[in-house]
């Protein structure tokens, strides 16, 4: 006879809460019943719900508003962020992997964003490239702008998972910049260049020049992974 093994209590309600969304087509933003007719409609007790929906919670599928109840969740890319393993940061392979999607993500959307996007966003990423620049004058860190740089740029193709995944690579690689060597003025201020010109090469439409542009920025931020991922060289 084949033994079964019978899942946990919350492991049986998390499956259960996720199948009651399917059924019911609900989505981000709608709420949930409240627990006694989830209890009910379940057939579980009020202990393994309350498990399951913590579970739930923590995957990002379900957000709890203290006195209004439990609601579907929207989608975003949190949950990715929060759980990725820290031992990727000790794993240049994954890093590097990381950084080709990414590379191929951005270069693949620029004609679409070039095709797209409209005077006001170009002007917003002209201010943003300047703001970089005198930040990179003044010795100062420039991260959050250039944040906004790369979510302005691809913000005209009104695409909000492609957004979130761009942010979301954004964020990994921020999580980071503690650990990768620290660039010198003169790289920064190049840095902060190489984004006042691909605010002027989306004014001007040239699609091949930016995804030029991406490259190159791209394979500044492989090389800095390449030294911060070099073996150190022992003394004989």
Same mark, same amino acid.
């Given at each position: 006879?084949?033994?079964?093994?019978?899942?946990?209590?919350?492991?049986?309600?998390?499956?259960?809460?996720?199948?009651?969304?399917?059924?019911?087509?609900?989505?981000?933003?709608?709420?949930?019943?409240?627990?006694?007719?989830?209890?009910?409609?379940?057939?579980?007790? +009020?202990?393994?719900?309350?498990?399951? =929906?913590? %579970? $739930?919670?923590? &995957?990002?599928?379900?957000?709890?508003?203290?006195?209004?109840?439990?609601?579907?969740?929207?989608?975003?890319?949190?949950?990715?962020?929060?759980?990725?393993?820290?031992?990727?940061?000790?794993?240049?392979?994954?890093?590097r992997e990381l950084l080709q999607v990414r590379c191929a993500l951005e270069v693949g959307m620029i004609s679409q964003v070039v095709a797209n996007i409209g005077p006001s966003d170009v002007d917003e990423l002209s201010e943003l490239a300047q703001q970089m620049l005198q930040c990179s004058e003044r010795g100062e860190s420039f991260a959050e702008l250039d944040r906004a740089f790369h979510?302005?740029?691809? +913000?005209?193709?009104?695409?909000?998972? =492609?957004? %979130? $995944?761009?942010? &979301?690579?954004?964020?990994?690689?921020?999580?980071?910049?503690?650990?990768?060597?620290?660039?010198?003025?003169?790289?920064?201020?190049?840095?902060?260049?190489?984004?006042?010109?691909?605010?002027?090469?989306?004014?001007?439409?040239?699609?091949?020049?930016?995804?030029?542009?991406?490259?190159?920025?791209?394979?500044?931020?492989?090389?800095?992974?390449?030294?911060?991922?070099?073996?150190?060289?022992?003394?004989?």
């Open positions: 006879m084949k033994s079964f093994t019978r899942l946990p209590a919350y492991q049986l309600a998390t499956t259960e809460v996720k199948r009651f969304i399917e059924q019911h087509q609900l989505k981000g933003g709608d709420p949930l019943p409240s627990e006694a007719v989830l209890c009910q409609e379940l057939g579980m007790s +009020r202990a393994s719900l309350r498990e399951g =929906l913590k %579970s $739930l919670e923590s &995957l990002g599928i379900i957000r709890t508003r203290h006195g209004e109840g439990v609601f579907v969740a929207h989608f975003s890319f949190d949950p990715i962020l929060h759980n990725l393993p820290y031992s990727i940061a000790a794993q240049g392979s994954s890093l979510a302005t740029l691809f +913000r005209c193709l009104d695409n909000t998972f =492609l957004l %979130s $995944l761009v942010d &979301l690579f954004w964020q990994v690689f921020n999580r980071l910049s503690d650990r990768l060597p620290v660039p010198d003025a003169a790289a920064q201020r190049a840095t902060a260049q190489d984004h006042l010109a691909v605010a002027q090469m989306v004014q001007s439409g040239d699609v091949q020049a930016l995804e030029r542009a991406h490259r190159h920025h791209f394979n500044e931020i492989s090389r800095r992974l390449d030294a911060m991922y070099a073996p150190v060289a022992r003394p004989h």
